[in-house]
């Protein structure tokens, strides 16, 4: 059973929006969740994350004022609304889960992870 099933990624213009979803299941509905993307010969980028309750928000730098994670428990599922893209979001996106954090940023400390939706900003 897949923990995380991301969508809503596409082909979007400059300076344009798109919001991401990603189901949660299993342990991975009570965790905090989170999403990172990786660019074509890139390492990947920790972006959002969000504790349980919501009590707890980080962003990345370089998506901070643009982007907005949320979730809504009652459909386990996490959000991420971007706003603005640039050429430079484009990447695959993936959400995570991790039941237990030190470093929000740090990807090797989430346990599960979803297979990735593609957003590509186009100029």
């Known amino acids: 059973q897949k923990q995380l099933v991301e969508s809503g990624g596409g082909l979007v213009q400059v300076g344009g929006s798109l919001r991401l979803s990603c189901v949660a299941s299993g342990r991975a509905s009570t965790s905090a969740l989170g999403w990172f993307r990786q660019a074509l010969g890139k390492e990947r980028e920790f972006v959002a994350a969000?504790?349980?309750?919501?009590?707890?928000?980080r962003y990345g730098n370089s998506v901070k004022g643009r982007f907005t994670i949320s979730r809504d428990n009652a459909k386990n599922t996490v959000y991420l609304q971007m706003n603005n893209l640039t050429p430079e979001d484009t990447a695959i996106y993936y959400c995570?889960?991790?039941?237990?954090?030190?470093?929000?940023?740090?990807?090797?400390?989430?346990?599960?992870w979803g297979q990735g939706t593609q957003v590509t900003v186009s100029s």
């Open positions: 995570a889960a991790a039941e237990i954090l030190s470093r929000w940023d740090a990807g090797d400390e989430y346990d599960y």
């Open positions: 969000i504790a349980w309750k919501g009590s707890t928000i």
